[in-house]
């Protein structure tokens, strides 16, 4: 079947259950994910979204897989461009690992569709998210975001 | 896939101005503490560039010539292992792209392309990258670079 991924790693200088939080802690999320959050009780089978400031939802699925702080994996569908929307659920996956004094992340978006236009916006918003992310966690501020709800 | 479609694509986000971005690629100074490597070149089109190994013996690892240099925004060089920069066949190259991304803040994207598709110098460079920009980041940052070897 055809796939369409992105797959981005990163270390961070941190812990796995501190980039646990920062990954799952929704006042933490708002600092470095465009002024977004997520709502979910990040355990196996719970429903999760992706609310932008006013509240709107941006995207939702559920938890497919949670292991705290190594593994977490959510279904991704798009709630907010139709043309995204009737693509149907991508599938996110968070893996952590610690690498000496840094941690590695991997996040791995993919969908069983080829072209698909939610990899395309994702492949744009993540190094913006997961840079924001690492400068929170290393140095205390995130990078300045100007946007609201880039994400896809 | 052919050589002409393999390529790794890396974007980061630096806080940083354009002009420390650009020294950190091109100062071995610098690169020396976040790649482990002096980057040693002129940096003219046309000049050779080695990737030397700051153990004392000055052996490079990677080598190639400059092929664009735009300061503070666009960098090409082409990139070979010892001994295999005649063969075509396995000479890649790299580009770095500097924006600003908002005042204080650098996009810093890098392609390498013209990648010999399976090969083992696609798999190192896929791994070694986010490894080299993360503590690239990390050093302009908080001015210190992690220990990732």
Redesign the interface.
């Known amino acids: 079947m055809s796939t369409s991924q992105f797959i981005?790693?990163?270390?961070?200088?941190t812990t796995p259950q501190k980039l646990w939080d920062a990954l799952t802690n929704p006042e933490f999320q708002k600092q470095y994910w465009f002024g977004m959050h997520q709502e979910s009780e990040w355990k196996a089978g719970s429903p999760w979204k992706l609310l932008f400031s006013d509240g709107r939802v941006a995207d939702a699925g559920e938890v497919l897989e949670s292991d705290p702080p190594r593994r977490l994996v959510l279904s991704w569908q798009n709630q907010f461009k139709p043309e995204l929307t009737a693509e149907g659920h991508a599938r996110c996956v968070y893996d952590i690992e610690a690498?000496?004094?840094?941690v590695r992340l991997t996040i791995t978006h993919s969908i069983d569709r080829e072209g698909a236009k939610l990899i395309e916006a994702v492949s744009g918003g993540w190094?913006?998210i997961l840079?924001?992310l690492?400068?929170l966690l290393?140095?205390g501020?995130p990078?300045?975001s100007?946007h609201q709800g880039a994400g896809a | 896939m052919s050589k002409a479609e393999t390529q790794f694509v890396y974007v980061t986000y630096i806080v940083a101005t354009r002009d420390a971005v650009w020294q950190a690629l091109t100062d071995p100074e610098v690169t020396k503490r976040y790649w482990i490597h002096a980057n040693i070149s002129d940096w003219k089109p046309g000049s050779v560039w080695e990737h030397q190994r700051i153990d004392g013996s000055g052996a490079a690892d990677v080598v190639g010539h400059v092929i664009e240099n735009v300061p503070e925004e666009r960098l090409v060089f082409s990139w070979a292992a010892p001994g295999e920069q005649t063969d075509p066949a396995k000479v890649s190259r790299v580009r770095f792209d500097l924006a600003e991304h908002k005042p204080g803040v650098v996009r810093l994207t890098v392609t390498h392309y013209d990648l010999e598709p399976g090969s083992g110098m696609e798999r190192g460079i896929s791994e070694g990258w986010p490894q080299v920009l993360s503590n690239l980041k990390t050093l302009l940052e908080t001015g210190t670079a992690a220990t990732l070897w």
Do not use: L
């Not at chain 1, 981005?8 to 200088?13: G, K, P, Q």
């Open positions: 981005y790693v990163t270390y961070i200088r690498d000496g004094d840094v190094p913006r840079s924001s690492k400068s290393e140095t501020t990078i300045p100007s």
